[in-house]
Nanobody, 124 residues
Framework: QVQLVESGGGLVQAGGSLRVSCAVS????????MGWFRQAPGKEREFVAA????????YYADSVKGRFTISKDNAKNTVYLQMSSLKPEDTAVYYC?????????????????WGQGTQVTVSS
């Protein structure tokens, strides 16, 4: 089993920055891919970004490209999502997910493990 625990969410003004973290524990995940998703009230959960643990390949949704940066710290077994130039429409619960295949997917169905989420609220 893999456990994922997100942290770092909060309230930020539009144009500001915030970093959310995902601490990974349990089974070795060195061959996994890690993704960030978000879900706003009344909307579907949507893909934000993904990174492969081993190679470090990265994939972003168009809506966050140039504003968000996904990264990983192998020593800390932690994945980060640095968010800049935040907009009110970025308000959502942000979820971390792990995909055993190691491939970068944007479909939530491809991910095997999920965290509990952390709330990010961007005020206008």
């Amino acid at each position: 089993q893999v456990q994922l625990v997100e942290s770092g969410g909060g309230l930020v003004q539009a144009g500001g920055s915030l970093r959310v973290s995902c601490a990974v524990s349990g089974r070795t995940t060195s061959s996994y891919a890690m993704g960030w998703f978000r879900q706003a009230p009344g909307k579907e959960r949507e893909f934000v970004a993904a990174i492969s643990w081993r190679v470090g390949n990265i994939y972003y949704a168009d809506s966050v490209k140039g504003r968000f940066t996904i990264s990983k710290d192998n020593a800390k077994n932690t994945v980060y999502l640095q968010m800049s130039s935040l907009k009110p429409e970025d308000t959502a619960v942000y979820y971390c997910a792990a995909d055993r295949s190691g491939l970068l997917h944007r479909s939530r169905d491809a991910y095997n493990y999920w965290g509990q989420g952390t709330q990010v609220t961007v005020s206008s």
